[in-house]
């Protein structure tokens, strides 16, 4: 909390990360290998292989995505309700070109993400409209548009075979969504790390007053970041779209609460001014982990449900005392 | 939200002193126009033979293949029934916001009111108001909690989902082999009697020939149901069969399998008769079989609704009245039957 303002105040020059990220980073990785050996020993045969591991993180890859875009907003003190819904919609709306080639259905959806982000974000950052009801608004708004337009009917796109690649298709053995989660990983973390625009979001999320002092257009910063995320939603769209070779109008219900779960256990701070890609990374792929564990077990769903929060629980007090 | 407090009482005494008017004296009605309806109840059920009927129907926001059908349904019958007025509202998605909005649907003076609760013990005190009020209530697919709260109710047997297609299952399996099962929402009725009826038909028939190696929620979703399946084709190296608790879920769950190329290992079976099911079923492979949960409901009790409000009851039936319960039941949909009632899928 307090490098924020500092760094807003010594300009551009300072570098944004602290220590204490970089100790829950590593708090982190001892949890995923804690729930690895855990995992191991209890599941011997199916856990902890190469293609058990692989499906883990291809599942992680939609939440993944929408979590990266969602630290970017987390980091400057907002909260985006509605990347579930708008992965529907922006599926939906990438389903409207069924006919016209895969190309047709990524700019489909890449339009209505940006869109529906673009929305938010003027909503936010020129409206004054305080994040969470902007989004919740969105939230509503984007399921209706996609049951609208889709007439309520899931769309084919089985003929699609570039699209479906990204559920289906890999590369040297890894699958071709895993590739897109750590390429958009990678990317965000030079993006929030080494690049001004990064410290900007940082700065405007630790002390928006500061910031604008420092002379940060902070609107301008605060409008970006929503239509961010609305890019990192067609990316999901797309990646979802693949996997299940239909769009949906009713997929992507309550991701918003497990990217934000992800970005908050990885260590982003919830007021901002604070955020670690890595920390989302292994936030993120700790709950796919967890859920393919449960469900390896086939525990029943309401100690499913406990153990999962103790889990969480667990995973945030070990990283407090670190 | 302080308007909307605000206009459920007003309109419910509207509705109350409409009513009272009519029974008072019948003669005011003549002078009132928007008031013949009310002339009708004073008769009993037996409202006028030429007049339209008004027809007032709830239900919860389409978010899911099943419920939009069950609105397109009702407005579809009522507009082919040609003498009936249909006052429609839905698109809410929590039982108090339903409850309102039937308040206000009731203040139109409606003769009869079609209702699909979003809970049934939650929408039960409005229903009780409407037929104190003498506006008879038709519940479609939840039951109410009260038997006095409606005149009819229509339902889809959930139970017998469950029972026929662990039936099928025995018969295709031959009591042997690898099941998993995946339900719908944990800690719902609708999930509860779709897993009841499958495990009971499975011990009864089977004992411990078929072991269902797998049984997890996927709360009616594809995307869900995809992952939830991927998961359990990790753990499990033979699987023979799957049976899905609703078929848009299943969409996800044939998604994994075929996604892991594993399709000729096992087959899978669907709930509720959507179209894209039947089209699954109708080209052959995983997809083999559906049971019958069908929107058609909805129209049906629009045309219950209208004969109790005509005081008729079903032509085929010897009862002068419609009867107070109907279980539609689930009928089984495979290759064999698939053309004949691919029309009924939404």
Known sequence: MTTAPEAAQKGVGVKAPSRRIELQEYALVAVVALILIVGAILEPGSFLTSDNMLNVVRQASVVGVLAIGMTFVIATGGIDLSVGSMVAAASIAGGQFVDSGSFMFVLGAIGMGVLLGGINAGAIAYGKVVPFIATLAMFTMARGLALWISDKQPISIFNLEGVRWFGTGEILGIPSAVIVFVLVTGLAWVLLNRTKYGRYVIAVGGNREAARIAGINTKRIIFSVYVLSGFCVAIAAILVAGRLSSASPIVGNLYELDAIAAVVIGGTALAGGRATIVGTFLGVITFALIFNLLTLMDLAVEIQQVTKGLIILAAVLIQRRS | ?346
């Open chain 2, 1 to 346: 939200m302080s308007l909307k407090r605000l206009m459920a009482p007003l309109c419910l005494s509207l509705a109350l002193g409409v009513a009272a008017c009519g029974g008072d004296d019948s003669e005011s009605d003549q002078a009132n126009t928007n008031t013949t309806t009310t002339q009708e109840e004073q008769g009993g059920t037996a409202a006028s033979q030429d007049g339209p009927v008004k027809i007032a129907f709830s239900a919860p926001g389409a978010d899911h293949g099943w419920m939009a059908a069950i609105t397109d349904n009702a407005r579809a019958e009522a507009d082919a029934l040609g003498d009936v007025e249909l006052i429609a509202a839905e698109g809410v998605t929590d039982s108090a916001a339903q409850a309102d909005q039937i308040e206000t649907l009731l203040a139109q003076d409606p003769d009869v009111l079609v209702m699909l609760p979003n809970e049934g013990d939650a929408l039960t005190p409005v229903a009780q108001k409407a037929t104190e009020q003498g506006i008879p209530v038709v519940a479609i697919d939840r039951a109410l909690s009260s038997p006095g709260a409606a005149r009819a109710f229509i339902t889809g047997d959930n139970y017998g989902i469950g029972w026929q297609a662990g039936n099928y299952f025995a018969d295709e399996l031959e009591c042997q082999g690898n099941v998993v099962e995946i339900q719908g929402i944990a800690g719902i009725q609708v999930t509860e009697d779709r897993s009841k009826g499958f495990t009971d038909a499975i011990k009864r028939r089977c004992q411990d020939g078929i072991e269902i190696v797998a049984s997890q929620p996927a709360d009616f979703v594809p995307d869900k149901g995809l992952s939830v399946m991927e998961n359990i084709l990790q753990a499990n190296d033979q699987i023979d069969a799957v049976y899905t608790h609703d078929d848009d879920m299943a969409e996800g769950v044939v998604a994994a399998i075929e996604n892991a190329n594993r399709q000729d290992e096992m087959f899978l079976t669907g709930a509720g008769g959507s179209k894209a099911a039947m089209e699954r079923i109708q080209a052959g492979g995983l997809f083999r079989a559906t049971f019958l949960y069908n929107p058609v409901m909805s129209a049906s009790a629009i045309r219950m609704a209208r004969l109790i409000a005509r005081g008729e009851g079903f032509e085929e039936l010897k009862e002068p009245e419609v009867p107070s319960q109907i279980v539609v039941p689930a009928t089984r949909v495979t290759q064999e039957n698939v053309e004949d009632v691919i029309d009924l899928g939404f």
